[in-house]
T-cell receptor, first 110, second 112 residues
């Protein structure tokens, strides 16, 4: 079945690295995404990775994909207070359906 | 400005009183979808539409209806709302399901 799981909460100090993890059950996904939801707002695409890649780096963001373990992670380097948000991983299971994880609330403390 | 709009943003209603939440996008996107967001459950898809007159059920369609008569609009209809439909609802659109999804600002619904 389609299941995407994340831990609910992560707290880090400003300047440290954050690592948000996601596990999924369907190994046929083509694309995997990270979306960010700031307080009181809708979701915005942060980054994505193709399933034939292991890693993607985009400025402070690094996405790692371990297909064998069905594990996706998002690393945010030098975490800032503006990074405080809920982060969702998501994947396309079929040609028409996008499934989101439960979301991880990132709290950045001074 | 490219955007997805939803109305109303906030709604308090009573059990059984039919309501419609509108969603409109100005990006000529073919794919549109509705989600509900509940604490600890993340985003769950209610319905989606691949194009005009093409709609299908997501993971939690019970108690909801949709229609797609025009490309830009994708209203969500609750024929007889119940308290378990109290939630935060998001509409989204994208050129396709694998393309970037653009989300509306959300509609917070309370059913008493």
């Amino acid at each position: 079945g389609e299941d995407v799981e994340q831990s609910l909460f992560l707290s880090v100090r400003e300047g440290d690295s954050s690592v948000i993890n996601c596990t999924y059950t369907d190994s046929s996904s083509t694309y995997l995404y990270w979306y960010k939801q700031e307080p009181g707002a809708g979701l915005q695409l942060l980054t994505y990775i193709f399933s034939n890649m292991d890693m993607k780096q985009d400025q402070r963001l690094t996405v790692l994909l371990n297909k064998k373990d069905k594990h996706l992670s998002l690393r945010i380097a030098d975490t800032q207070t503006g990074d405080s948000a809920i982060y969702f991983c998501a994947e396309v299971f079929t040609a028409s359906k996008l499934t989101f994880g439960t979301g991880t609330r990132l709290q950045v403390t001074l | 400005e490219a955007q997805v709009t939803q109305n109303p943003r906030y709604l308090i209603t009573v059990t059984g009183k039919k309501l419609t939440v509108t969603c409109s996008q100005n990006m000529n996107h073919e794919y549109m979808s509705w989600y509900r967001q509940d604490p600890g459950l993340g985003l769950r898809q209610i319905y989606y539409s691949m194009n005009v007159e093409v709609t299908d059920k997501g993971d939690v369609p019970e108690g909801y209806k949709v229609s797609r008569k025009e490309k830009r609009n994708f209203p969500l209809i609750l024929e007889s709302p119940s308290p378990n439909q109290t939630s935060l609802y998001f509409c989204a659109s994208g050129q396709g399901v694998q393309e970037t999804q653009y989300f509306g600002p959300g509609t917070r619904l309370l059913v008493l």
